[in-house]
C-alpha cells in the first residue's frame, strides 16, 4: 500500500479501526492526513462499537520512541469520553 504520493507506507503507521452501526470501518492516516479512503472492512454485531487506535512515534518527527505508560495514561485520562 502507498501513500497518495506513492510513497510505501512505513510500518508504524498502524489503521483507526471504528465499529459503527454495524460495520467495521478502517482508515490509515499519516502525519494527521488520512492516506487511505475510509474502507467499509466488515460487519459486525449491529450494538458494537468503538474506536482503536494504535501508534508508534515517527522518528522524523520524535526523538525517540521510548516513552513513559504512566505519562500517557494521565493525558489520556483527561481527554473526553
Known amino acids: 500500500m502507498a501513500t497518495p504520493t506513492g ?3 512505513p510500518p508504524h503507521n498502524p489503521p483507526i ?3 459503527r452501526d454495524g ?4 482508515q490509515r492516516y499519516e502525519r494527521g492526513v488520512a492516506v487511505t479512503p475510509l474502507l467499509e472492512v ?8 468503538g474506536t482503536i ?10 526523538e525517540t520512541r521510548d ?3 504512566d505519562i500517557l495514561a494521565s493525558v489520556s485520562a483527561k481527554w473526553p469520553t
Open 67 to 69: 516513552y513513559n505508560f
Open 23 to 26: 460495520i467495521l470501518y478502517r
Open 7 to 9: 510513497k510505501p507506507l
Open 42 to 49: 466488515d460487519l459486525v454485531e449491529e450494538d458494537d462499537s
Open 53 to 62: 487506535t494504535s501508534f508508534l512515534p515517527d522518528l522524523e518527527v520524535m
Open 17 to 19: 479501526d471504528v465499529k
